[in-house]
T-cell receptor
Framework: GENVEQHPSTLSVQEGDSAVIKCTYSDSASNYFPWYKQELGKRPQLIIDIRSNVGEKKDQRIAVTLNKTAKHFSLHITETQPEDSAVYFCAAAGNMLTFGGGTRLMVKP | GAGVSQSPSNKVTEKGKDVELRCDPISGHTALYWYRQSLGQGLEFLIYFQGNSAPDKSGLPSDRFSAERTGGSVSTLTIQRTQQEDSAVYLC????????????FGPGTRLLVL
């Protein structure tokens, strides 16, 4: 089955800096890669996703890149703000969605 | 419209008791998932229902865990003879047939086994 690795497990940045979270996956048949944000005590919420026919996708301050050859994808957050502090989960889907272990992002004001 | 709902939001039980957790998916969503999330940890897949197909139970950690989905809508996750290590947040998610990979999560049930 699919195996998704996510790094780093924790990330601390200064407000205004960029943050990058990286994931690798094992199943070359996976073709859908969503990212979820989970604030403390809240449910995971989809923030951005990318399909395998696209290399990059942007939505305001967040972007996701995908390298299918290397089987890795990344989340980029620019101009970070304290409200970006949360746990971020990547996932990969072929038939089923498999989640990475999560990254706790802390943005220091 | 209404999102995924779960009840109860919090449950405290004594070791050895049975508990039932309920999930109401978004209306019309054919797929339903249960996950477990221990404190500060990731999402552990438990079980997956898709339409009328046999559920994928590959993530259930023991035979004390079971789930059913009646009428293709509401789902109940049952934990028998609860143990302290069952304490976690149990999250339910649903997906539409047209976009099966996109999961919409419920608020979760926080279970504490004393």
């Amino acid at each position: 089955g699919e195996n998704v690795e996510q790094h780093p497990s924790t990330l601390s940045v200064q407000e205004g800096d960029s943050a990058v979270i990286k994931c690798t996956y094992s199943d070359s048949a996976s073709n859908y890669f969503p990212w979820y944000k989970q604030e403390l005590g809240k449910r995971p919420q989809l923030i951005i996703d990318i399909r395998s026919n696209v290399g990059e996708k942007k939505d305001q301050r967040i972007a996701v890149t995908l390298n299918k050859t290397a089987k890795h994808f990344s989340l980029h957050i620019t101009e970070t703000q304290p409200e970006d502090s949360a746990v971020y989960f990547c996932a990969a889907a072929g038939n089923m969605l498999t989640f990475g272990g999560g990254t706790r992002l802390m943005v220091k004001p | 419209g209404a999102g995924v709902s779960q009840s109860p939001s919090n449950k405290v039980t004594e070791k050895g008791k049975d508990v039932e957790l309920r999930c109401d998916p978004i209306s019309g969503h054919t797929a339903l998932y249960w996950y477990r999330q221990s404190l500060g940890q990731g999402l552990e897949f438990l079980i997956y229902f898709q339409g009328n197909s046999a559920p994928d139970k590959s993530g259930l950690p023991s035979d004390r865990f079971s789930a059913e989905r009646t009428g293709g809508s509401v789902s109940t996750l049952t934990i028998q003879r609860t143990q302290q290590e069952d304490s976690a947040v149990y999250l339910c998610a649903s997906s539409p047939w047209t976009s099966q990979e996109t999961q919409y999560f419920g608020p979760g049930t926080r279970l504490l086994v004393l």
